[in-house]
């Protein structure tokens, strides 16, 4: 079977080096990013937010369980216990914080939960598995959505939640910033759920809505972006998609040639322009700099872990209505 995902592609689209260093080498940095650690909390809480309205709990119960997978999950990520974190924690953290975390839940149920409510929900941490292609049997897209919900007969909805700190103060409250909205749209994580969607529901009308949520000490911000491609640019999606895979692939096949003895690997290419993402550092440039051959190296070197990306292992199983 030939797997491929938002993942593996986009990191082939940001840099081939990257890409083996993660997807061949299976090496990963030691330990999670604050956001990161944020932003899976906030997902995991929502699944027991929507799960808890839809059970039709009590405000204060949705609150309290959600609050308390969002800390499991925060926990889960290697971050402090949020009943030791002291006043210099919290300022190193923040905005991303427990408290912050605690007001966006209160804030998020008051916005949301008759919304929330109206829909019927078809699947929560729904994984797929579509093909490609009808000529290729082994050539499979895979991915997991946040949720999948049908607001009427005639319809079915992707729902992916995000969480931004990208804000601007309008009236004295924090906003989130319209630059931010534009990027889903293309988006290539957005259009292939739009894909996947249309194949697995092909009578029904097709659309994603980003449920985007401000992290902020100042304030909360809530955000629905809804996203709807015509036909033709799924289309375009599934020619770069294959482009991609083709190009990956590809560079497989130099990699066969390569040895460690080489003078440098002549497969998987750096991309300089990608050293630097949004001021953040890539996790693999001191990797990049220390040798021009990485085959060289027999294990992860210090600061790496080993820990293979498995798109269907990834997907997981979906989260059970109760």
Known sequence: MRLYDNTRISDARRCFRYFF??????????????????GGAWHDSMDTLWTAIHADMSYDMVIEAALETWRTSWMSYGMPDPNEMDTDMLKEFAPRTPMVAHEMLIAYYDKRHRQIREMEILGIERPFAVPLTPDDPTLFYTGRIDKIVSPDSRSVRGIEHKTTTASKLQDGYPKI?????????????????????HLLYPEKHIDVWVDSSLVSTRGEDFKIIPVDRDLSHL????????????????????????????????AFPQNTNSCFDFNTQCPFLGLCKSRANPLTWDEAPQGFVEEPWDPIAHIGSPVELT
Not at 21 to 38: C, D, E, I, T
């Open 177 to 197: 910033r319209p630059m931010y909205t534009e990027t889903f749209s293309p988006n290539s994580q957005v259009d292939g759920y739009l894909y996947a969607l």
């Open 235 to 266: 289309d375009q999606w599934l020619w770069t998609t294959h482009h991609w895979i083709e190009q990956i692939e590809k560079e497989d096949k130099q990699l066969a040639e390569c040895a460690p003895s080489d003078r440098y690997m002549a």
């Open 21 to 38: 260093f993660r997807h061949r080498r299976h090496w990963k940095p030691v330990g999670v990013s604050k956001p990161l650690a944020f």
